[in-house]
């Protein structure tokens, strides 16, 4: 996953809405809410680097336990 990809390709992104920043997932739930774009931004990066982790966490997993 690239983290520069358009928010319809990453797992969470940010919205802005009624003076709050809400991170919404990729089904459109609201994860987390913020008051600033910065810290929404900044938590959206995380949601999406520990998404990435455990995908290829999984991933791999899955790889070797196949016969």
Do not use: W
Request: proline content about 6%; aromatic content about 8%; hydrophobic content about 30%.
């Amino acid at each position: 996953m690239n983290p520069s990809a358009s928010p319809d390709e990453q797992p969470y992104h940010v919205v802005a809405a009624a003076g709050e920043y809400q991170i919404q997932d990729d089904q459109g739930r609201t994860v987390m809410v913020c008051r600033d774009t910065r810290s929404a931004t900044h938590y959206s990066t995380l949601l999406i680097q520990a998404f990435q982790r455990g995908y290829r966490a999984g991933y791999r997993a899955a790889k070797l336990s196949q016969p």
